[in-house]
């Protein structure tokens, strides 16, 4: 397939898109707590999580050639950037959509089934690198119940640390409150390490497919800062409903829980960084809510809507797959 330098720009353009639409809605997830125990206003935690998106976009890029290369080889497919047009359109699609009704799904469950069912649609299983799929596939569940536990253990340890404190609950939270603007900083930094560099993985698949690179494993500086800067022009916009789903709905949130969560999945989310592997922000944090809430007492979790979240998780890898693979067969019919 011959590719024109404008479908090109339209991928890029598309990329940096969902990049941006990707850091408004996941946002939420990195300054939720803060947000909701008043450690931080809303438009200064914003502001916050857009310097350290933006920062941490910039300072690895180990999940962005896992994406570029592990699910599929983009030199080995004929219709590689009409592959990634239509992955990119899923899971714009279906990230407005969640964001839309407020629910907490993931950008990277929606991105990476996309980019299967675009395979898929174009070429059949056979391209798909079952093995890196697996791979990634793996993270994506184990991360969330890494999450869920760590937080619970994490959360009933600083409960027994601070019972044998003779200091007063509403002084210990109020110290708490100071922690928090650390910890959002920690999580907004570690959000924009893992989340920022599937985009520029999605590019760097599109340059390859299109012959105009041959390393799927080297991320243009280019392409990292634009990558970077949609993120945090995107973090800066802020997803209200969301934040009011994770910072509210699930648990009520004091400081020191609020902080502990916090803790819990950005350490979670930075170790697979380091791996070199996608998680999903949006499940990490989602359920380090849970297990925090869980150790002050079960009932104090409402599993009515964590129960919606963990449903919604479970069905965005095959609804991405099968929008993708729609979009891309009308797209096969035009370009």
Not at 111 to 118: D, E, K, Q
Not at 246 to 260: D, H, L, S, Y
Request: proline share 4%; charged share 10%.
């Amino acid at each position: 397939m011959h590719t024109s330098l404008t479908l090109i720009v339209i991928v890029v353009i598309l990329a940096v898109f969902f990049d941006f639409i990707n850091g408004f809605h996941d946002t939420a997830n990195a300054i939720a707590t803060t947000v909701s125990t008043k450690a931080l206003p809303p438009k200064i935690a914003v502001g916050l999580a857009a310097i350290m998106n933006f920062i941490g976009a910039l300072t690895f890029t180990g999940v962005a050639k896992t994406i570029g290369g592990k699910i599929a080889d983009p030199a080995k497919l004929e219709y590689g950037v009409l592959i990634v047009m239509a992955a990119l359109l899923a899971s714009i699609f279906w990230n407005l959509i969640t964001w839309w009704y407020g629910i907490p799904s993931s950008s990277s469950h929606a991105l990476i089934g996309s980019i299967v069912g675009a395979v898929m649609a174009a070429a059949g299983t056979s391209p798909i690198n079952w093995g890196g799929f697996s791979e990634i596939f793996k993270a994506l569940i184990i991360s969330p119940i890494i999450a869920l536990i760590a937080g619970y253990l994490l959360m009933i340890l600083i409960y027994a640390i601070f019972r044998r404190v003779a200091t007063p609950p509403s002084k210990i939270n109020r110290r708490f409150r100071y922690f928090q603007i650390l910890t959002a900083a920690l999580q907004s930094f570690t959000h924009g390490t893992n989340d920022a560099q599937k985009a520029m993985g999605i590019i760097v698949f599109a340059l390859v497919a299109a012959d105009l690179q041959s390393d799927p494993g080297h991320i243009p500086f280019w392409v990292q800062l634009i990558c970077a800067i949609s993120m945090g022009l995107g973090t800066s916009v802020g997803g209200w409903k969301i934040i009011k789903t994770v910072g509210g709905k699930i648990t009520k949130i004091e400081p020191i829980n609020g902080a502990t969560a916090d803790l819990t999945s950005s350490s979670i989310i930075f170790t697979f960084t380091q791996l070199g592997l996608p998680v999903s922000s949006t499940h990490v944090i989602s359920s380090a809510i849970m297990g925090v809430g869980a150790a002050k007492r079960l009932k104090s979790v409402n599993w009515g809507v964590a129960k919606r979240i963990v449903i919604t998780w479970f069905i965005t890898l095959p609804i991405s797959v099968l929008i993708s693979a729609l979009i891309y067969f009308l797209l096969h019919l035009f370009v």
